[in-house]
């Protein structure tokens, strides 16, 4: 009997990455001359990413170097939810951006939906917040990666732990 191949589908950002991201935007206000001395400010906490900036322009701009710098280190922007941008005191603005972790239950049918209807002879499981599918051939297996790759998700999905 044929042994079973799997590997794990998954969505998570690399928090280590974000963090220097961040440190690197952070700096940049500090020194770019159209930011400088504004009182805008970048802030990652468990909530997410927060930019605090006088006006929607300025944020922009953060919100610019920010895709910049993520996107330098490797990180989808994919992972980033965008909060509305909100008014605070004094006329200043803010906008919080979630960093997405895992894949949740409804992105999780629609990637099973979506392997099911390859007609495949595959098995999938939701486990959590990632995906496990299992298969006697590693072809199989590759072709599946091959169709999610090709499917447009508005999430980062990372494939590991392939093991035969």
Same mark, same amino acid.
């Given at each position: 009997?044929?042994?079973?191949?799997?590997?794990?589908?998954?969505?998570?950002?690399?928090?280590?990455?974000?963090?220097?991201?961040?440190?690197?935007?952070?700096?940049?206000?500090?020194?770019?001359?159209?930011?400088?001395? !504004? #009182?805008?400010?970048?802030?990652?906490?468990? &909530?997410?990413?927060?930019?605090?900036?006088?006006?929607?322009?300025?944020?922009?701009?953060?919100?610019?170097?920010?895709?910049?710098?993520? !996107?330098?280190?490797?990180?989808?922007?994919?992972?980033? &939810?965008?909060?509305?941008?909100?008014?605070?005191?004094?006329?200043?603005?803010?906008?919080?951006? #979630?960093?997405?972790?895992?894949?949740?239950?409804?992105?999780?049918?629609?990637?099973?939906?979506?392997?099911? #209807?390859?007609?495949?002879?595959?098995?999938?499981?939701?486990? &959590?917040?990632?995906?496990?599918?299992? #298969?006697?051939?590693?072809?199989?297996?590759?072709?599946?990666?091959?169709?999610?790759?090709?499917?447009?998700?508005?999430?980062?999905?990372?494939?590991?732990?392939?093991?035969?």
């Amino acid at each position: 009997m044929a042994k079973e191949a799997s590997f794990d589908i998954v969505s998570k950002a690399d928090m280590n990455e974000v963090q220097n991201a961040v440190n690197m935007v952070a700096k940049e206000i500090e020194q770019r001359f159209d930011l400088k001395g !504004t #009182g805008s400010s970048i802030d990652l906490g468990k &909530d997410g990413i927060t930019l605090n900036a006088p006006d929607e322009t300025k944020l922009r701009n953060i919100l610019d170097v920010l895709h910049d710098k993520l !996107t330098k280190r490797q990180v989808s922007l994919k992972c980033l &939810d965008a909060g509305k941008v909100e008014s605070s005191l004094g006329g200043k603005v803010r906008q919080q951006f #979630g960093i997405r972790q895992g894949i949740d239950r409804d992105h999780a049918r629609k990637i099973v939906d979506l392997i099911k #209807g390859t007609k495949l002879k595959v098995q999938t499981q939701i486990q &959590d917040d990632q995906v496990r599918v299992l #298969g006697k051939s590693r072809d199989d297996l590759q072709a599946v990666i091959k169709a999610l790759r090709g499917a447009d998700f508005p999430l980062d999905l990372q494939y590991l732990n392939f093991r035969d």
